[in-house]
C-alpha cells in the first residue's frame, strides 16, 4: 500500500508517520481539486453538451 521508501523516510512514531501521510494525501487532493482539474477542464471540451433535448 505505502512504498517502503516513503514509510522508512518519514519521520516519528508509526501514528505520527500516518497522520503526516494523510495531510500529505489530502494536501495533494486539494491543489487537484482547487487548480489542476480546473485548468485540465478548460483544454477538454467535457463541458459541451452533447445530448439534444427530444422535440
Given amino acids: 500500500m505505502i512504498s517502503t521508501w516513503l514509510w522508512s523516510r ?3 512514531a508509526t501514528w ?7 495531510v500529505v494525501i ?3 487532493v486539494m491543489v487537484l481539486f482547487e487548480w489542476v482539474f ?9 463541458q459541451d453538451p452533447t445530448i439534444e433535448e427530444a422535440p
Fill in 26 to 28: 489530502a494536501a495533494i
Fill in 38 to 46: 480546473p485548468w485540465v477542464s478548460t483544454l477538454l471540451p467535457i
Fill in 10 to 12: 518519514t519521520p516519528g
Fill in 16 to 22: 505520527l508517520k500516518i497522520l503526516l501521510l494523510i
